[in-house]
């Protein structure tokens, strides 16, 4: 038997689990979108990051060597800043190289150790000695242009790459958003058709009940509750119709013996 205590822990329970589902369905949505995100755009960045470091430290190596050609005279520290851009410059290549993350980005990191390399061994005293000091600075721009044009290819890889990501990770969230708030509306539908139709399987039969009560008051005894439940309201609705039904009987059994006594008194009077 359904009894009324079981009723209401019923409707809270109802309630206390669209609470929990809603919960944890944004919990879902917004876990969904961060593993979904999560490490890819990171490493774009950081590639990015180890591009925009090389670029600079190339400048660097380029505009110190192309002094070295034009000025016989060096001192330490020009060496110890060429010495660093050096390093810098290959401890970003040595991480991006790590960091391979996009198609065919490989390809283009080892076309660039490949152009580095070439751009590294033209400043050595024995590269096309027979050149002019024209031609040489000529042929090293050209070799440091095919380094940049390198780094740059990795750049735009990623740039691109993260601003694809990008775009599917806002038409996930769309996406993700629009289950949400279906999942908000129906948790509101159920939740008021908890709060408004429940209480009614409560409130009305009481509500008749106390209008057959006032009925009874009014002498009315053929009043009756229609049994829709098992439980205490139901129980108390057939207990009523009982009571009802012994009132009627009583009614009608004490009206018919009222009758009798008046013609009873009739014929006595008459004699």
Request: hydrophobic share 45%.
């Amino acid at each position: 038997m359904m009894t009324i205590k079981n009723k209401i822990l019923f409707g809270l329970g109802g309630l206390f689990l669209l609470i929990l589902v809603l919960g944890l369905a944004g919990i879902g949505f917004i876990n969904h979108l961060a593993q979904k995100s999560k490490g890819t755009i990171v490493d774009n960045y950081h590639s990015i990051d180890f591009t925009v470091t090389m670029m600079d430290n190339l400048d660097i190596i380029y505009q110190m060597e192309q002094k070295k050609l034009l000025d016989t005279v060096v001192d330490s520290t020009h060496s110890r800043f060429l010495w660093e851009a050096k390093s810098n410059f290959e401890k970003a290549l040595s991480k991006e190289t790590q960091n391979i993350t996009e198609e065919n980005e490989d390809k283009i990191v080892v076309l660039l150790q490949e152009k580095y390399r070439n751009f590294l061994s033209g400043y050595s005293e024995d590269f096309d000695s027979g050149l002019t000091l024209r031609e040489k600075i000529v042929r090293m721009e050209l070799l440091y242009t095919e380094v940049k044009n390198a780094i740059m290819q990795i750049y735009d890889l990623n740039m691109k790459a993260i601003l694809d990501k990008n775009e599917n990770l806002v038409s996930t969230a769309n996406t993700l958003t629009i289950y949400l708030v279906i999942t908000v509306l129906v948790s509101i539908i159920m939740a008021l058709i908890l709060i408004f139709a429940f209480p009614q399987q409560i409130i009305k039969p009481l509500k008749d009940l106390t209008e057959k009560i006032e009925m009874i008051n009014e002498g009315k005894y053929h009043q009756r509750l229609v049994l829709v439940s098992n439980d205490e309201i139901g129980i108390l609705a057939k207990t009523f119709n009982n009571m009802a039904e012994k009132l009627e009987s009583y009614e009608a059994q004490h009206y018919d013996e009222i009758i009798l006594r008046k013609k009873e008194w009739s014929r006595w009077s008459s004699h």
